[in-house]
């Protein structure tokens, strides 16, 4: 018998695959047949695939195939999130335009990822910087623009004056630019957003952030994944309550999730953005040292700004007071940069006593400090408790006094989220172009649909000074407006990558349509995405971002549901041998093309799998990939122990009942996506055969059906050394034999005190851990454990378990 040989074999059935076009997805699915199973698609990098790209994407295929073999019709596409700075800068350093240098990444990508064996549709593969996606983009942008939820004003933004941009909120990690490192500075531009705060257009559904707040509890999705999104929305219930300030009009409006600490209200603090400083010009005393506050916080980051382990400062507002509307006294105003004008109303009630941030700013300043709550614990106390120091209100529950204290000082209930609008502007050239034209008669007028799209043109200088690219090019402006026909400008800013991402999975639907960005048909026949998997790292951009974008192409009619991904998975990172994120200067960066090269693509994609949970990070370890293409090896060696029957019933006894767990176990194992136990299995079997050198034809065909998700190419090979002239992929999921598997397993008494309160059913070879873990999720053993201890647990083996509780 030959060698196994991955170099020649992997090849030629990849090859075959696409000569036969097996994983060509219909434009419509049988009812009640389709799985749409989708990958986060890749920006296409310089530096090219790298080992932790396949993890996510052998899991999926795993899932495909296994869903393919059960009938099911599988969409599964790939392509590339294509702009973005990476190719710019690049363009700046080398001179090589983006366009070339994302052409030549992609063919590196595809030549990586077609090496793998995965079964993707390529007929569906996207480009999101190409003109043909592109013009969708723009289209999507003139929907919400015309909806009213996309609009321009003057913003402070936070600024990289390294990649001369403008970056998201998300995109500043500790003060700094997360793309090269630089501190980032805060600047006034007028600036595009999507308004994800505002609410369905035709009023029907409500407010974005209430929908995508609450829509969270009807997804499959990592617990840790929703309430990062939750958090990130922050949704407060609280009050809106009003200051007047003594000797003027004005009032300070402030929101607050405490109203029944207003008593404790001891000061006020103001952003420093707030308008009524320059209202109160007059009033203040110290306008030169305000004035200089003001101008030191203007150069500061949002982060920094609210970075709790900050020490606080601030300016006092000479010659202002307030007065606290629940006692009637004066209390005085000040200036703090943690105070934002972006969140609630800009200005806040300070209550040093029940509050961390205030109790710091106040023993800083030597500002009064008043209980107004005692929970029993020491200031500064932020829990519930009795009202005291409060006038008629002492003695009640604080969550009871709330809502009185709002009424009696004629505040308004009131409900505010941290989530602030999606800023999508860019100051450079590697980007969808916004549709819209600037006309000194009409002003602000959007590209007609039937113009889209509005292409980037080749005239540009790269070098980033401060705004894009784009205004520096003479053809891009050679326009006139949509409206009177006057000579016109265009926008020179793109749209952010995010927005390019945010609707790419629906264009897989119908990725060749030039008349609109999907057929709505093929759009009903497959989505929503059924299981979506990639990185927790994209928890409150990209999903949060694709989510909105459904929620308002449905508000608007263009779609038949709210949510994009009904089931998200999450793959954790594949570390360096040394433990630490894989990365040029440490070194440790393993080159996926080396692997391939030395072990072949069935070995990287077992390997990847048998590492640990698909969710956590996991070290590579060369050891560990040599183990798994040994069990390889033996998988093809055992083709020599096929024969049509066995020497007696005691072998077929024992291979049968080892294939039935394993068939089992790999079916409930890729539903969970618990892959790496699944390859234990197999191990587990191949050794068995080993024992006895010997199985029949049927239980090796078997065998080979449920290994081939895991490792597609070898035992399509082995399929066909059998005599088999179409692709294993054609088969059917082995069914388990499950009388087999019956005897397999051994019904346990289980007892609480001596007395029966259930049986479990578990596997002849459960350990006691194993035993106690399904007796105590029986919901008449739960019942009687519950608020007990559990003294201890007598464990006689294949018959009963008692818990002795007290």
């Known amino acids: 018998m030959a060698e196994y040989n991955h170099k020649a074999i992997e090849p030629k059935w990849q090859k075959r695959w696409e000569e036969e076009s097996v994983f060509v997805a219909p434009d419509k699915p049988k ?14 990098s310089g530096a090219g695939l790298h080992v932790g790209h396949p993890e996510g994407y052998t899991a999926t295929d795993i899932y495909s195939r296994y869903l393919r073999m059960n009938g099911h019709e599988v969409l599964h596409p790939m392509g590339w999130d294509a702009f973005g700075l990476p190719a710019e800068n690049y363009a ?8 070339e240098s994302t052409e030549q990444n992609i063919k590196t990508f595809t030549r990586q990822i077609k090496s793998l064996g995965f079964s993707y549709d390529w007929s569906r593969e996207v480009n999101t910087s190409s003109p043909g996606y592109y013009r969708w983009t723009q289209w999507l942008f003139l929907q919400l623009y015309h909806a009213g ?19 998201a909120n998300e995109q500043v990690i500790d003060g700094k630019c997360e793309r090269c490192g630089h501190k980032v500075i805060q600047k006034n531009l007028e600036q595009w957003f999507f308004r994800i705060t505002g609410s369905d257009p035709k009023g029907k559904h409500g407010s974005y ?8 509890e009807t997804l499959d999705w990592p617990d840790p994944i929703k309430h990062m999104q939750a958090n990130w929305i922050g949704r407060s219930e609280g009050a809106e309550l009003e200051f007047e300030i003594k000797g003027s009009s004005s009032k300070i409006k402030v929101f607050t999730t405490r109203p029944d600490t207003l008593f404790g209200a001891t000061y006020m603090v103001l952003a420093p953005e707030h308008a009524l400083i320059r209202e109160l010009k007059g009033q203040i005393e110290n306008w030169d040292e305000v004035q200089q506050y003001v101008k030191a916080a203007s150069s500061k980051s949002q982060l920094e700004r609210t970075d709790l382990a900050k020490e606080k400062t601030g300016v006092e507002l000479k010659g202002v007071r307030a007065v606290n509307p629940g006692n009637n006294e004066e209390i005085p105003v000040w ?49 519930s408790g009795k009202v005291v120091n409060s006038g008629k209100f002492d003695g009640q529950d604080s969550e009871e006094a709330k809502w009185k204290i709002t009424d009696a000082v004629k505040g308004r209930r009131t409900i505010q989220y941290k989530l602030r609008d999606w800023l999508i502007s860019r100051q450079r050239y590697w980007g969808a172009p916004i549709p819209i034209i600037y006309c000194e008669t009409c002003g602000e007028q959007p590209v007609k649909e039937e113009d889209l799209p509005v292409t980037l043109p080749d005239d540009v200088d790269f070098l980033p000074k401060g705004e894009s690219p784009l205004s520096r090019s003479k053809s891009f402006h050679n326009v006139k407006c949509p409206n009177c ?32 960005f999907a057929d709505k048909k093929k759009i009903k026949a497959w989505m929503p995405v059924d299981t979506y998997v990639g990185g927790a790292e994209h928890a409150v951009m990209h999903l949060l971002y694709s989510r909105f974008i459904t929620m308002a192409l449905h508000d608007l009619g263009h779609l038949g549901f709210p949510e994009p991904f009904l089931k998200l998975r999450n793959q954790g990172l594949i570390l360096g041998p040394d433990g630490q994120k894989m990365s040029k200067s440490r070194g440790n960066v393993i080159n996926p093309d080396e692997v391939i090269e ?13 590492m640990g949970p698909l969710e956590d990070a996991k070290p590579w370890d060369t050891n560990g990939i040599v183990g798994v293409a040994r069990f390889l090896e033996r998988a093809w060696n055992v083709h020599a122990f096929v024969d049509t029957e066995y020497l007696n ?15 089992k176990k790999a079916e409930d194992d890729i539903q969970s996506f618990n892959f790496n136990t699944a390859v234990s299995a197999f191990m587990i079997f191949i050794n068995a055969v080993y024992k006895v050198e010997r199985i029949s034809t049927h239980h090796w065909e078997t065998f080979l059906k449920a290994l081939n998700p895991f490792a597609p190419h070898i035992t399509n090979e082995l399929w066909e050394m059998l005599g088999h002239k179409e692709v294993i992929e054609k088969e059917k999921w082995p069914e388990v034999d499950v009388l087999l598997l019956a005897q397999d397993e051994v019904m346990y008494a289980v007892q609480v005190n001596g007395k029966l309160r259930g049986n479990a059913m578990v596997s002849t070879s459960a350990s006691e851990g194993d035993v106690t873990k399904k007796a105590l999720a029986l919901a008449n053993v739960a019942k009687h454990v519950e608020g007990r201890e559990i003294a201890k647990a007598v464990f006689v083996k294949g018959k009963l378990i008692n818990f002795v509780v007290k």
């Open 31 to 44: 009812a009640g047949k389709k799985k749409y199973v989708l990958d986060m698609f890749p920006y296409p």
């Open 92 to 99: 700046i350093k080398s001179g090589v335009h983006p366009k």
């Open 149 to 167: 939820l996309a609009y321009k004003k003057e913003a402070p933004v936070n600024w990289c004056p390294d990649c001369q941009t403008v970056l």
């Open 209 to 216: 952030p209430e929908r995508l707040l609450s829509n969270l």
């Open 335 to 383: 200036i703090a940069d943690y105070v934002l004008s972006s969140y609630g109303t800009g200005a806040i009630m300070a209550v040093p006593g029940h509050d961390e941030r205030d109790f710091e700013f106040a023993k800083k300043f030597k500002l009064p400090v008043m209980q107004v709550v005692d929970s029993g614990e020491d200031l500064p106390s932020i829990s």
């Open 485 to 516: 026909e006057s000579p016109a400008r265009r926008e020179s800013d793109t749209m952010d990558t995010f927005v390019d991402s945010s609707w790419y999975f629906l264009r897989y639907t119908d990725p060749k349509n030039q008349e609109e």
């Open 598 to 610: 030395n072990f072949g693509a069935d070995c990287m994609r077992m390997y990847e799998m048998f």
């Open 649 to 663: 019933q005691e072998q077929e006894l024992i291979v049968g009942r080892e294939l039935a767990r394993t068939v």
